[in-house]
């Protein structure tokens, strides 16, 4: 099983970049898929997820409004549109698959409860 996250790059603030989420070995729509990032010298943190039906939850406050995540099952892809980008968003962007059909509401988006990841994307917000 292999996630493959692509898509990121340098874009000014106010810009816009999508990533993606591919996945040998495994049929990503039966699986939650959430995205994480990690900036230097901070935690890895959970940006948003999509459950099996489709139901989003976006973790980061700053995300919402700003981010949409999508999955095209005929791609076996998850896509991350982000918009409006700020210099905050400079991070590693990875994406990863939880081993249920929801997005987990009560505890967050916690690291250890993924079972698959991407080897991540750096996406940098320059001001």
């Avoid at 900036?39 to 959970?46: C, I, L, Q, W």
């Avoid at 700003?66 to 409006?84: G, I, P, T």
């Avoid at 990863?96 to 988006?109: L, N, Q």
Wanted: charged content about 15%.
């Amino acid at each position: 099983v292999q996630l493959q996250a692509s898509g990121g790059g340098l874009v000014q603030t106010g810009g816009s970049l999508r990533l993606s989420c591919t996945a040998s070995g495994l049929t990503l729509n039966s699986y939650v898929v959430a995205w994480f990032r990690q900036a230097p010298g901070k935690e890895r943190e959970g940006v948003s997820c999509i459950s099996t039906n489709n139901g989003t939850l976006y973790y980061a406050r700053s995300a919402r409004g700003r981010f949409a995540v999508s999955r095209d099952n005929a791609k076996n892809a998850v896509y991350l549109q982000m918009s409006n980008l700020e210099p905050e968003d400079t991070a590693v962007y990875y994406c990863a698959s939880h081993p249920r059909t929801t997005c987990e509401v009560r505890y967050g988006a916690r690291p250890v409860d993924y079972n698959y990841w991407g080897q991540g994307t750096l996406v940098t917000v320059s001001s």
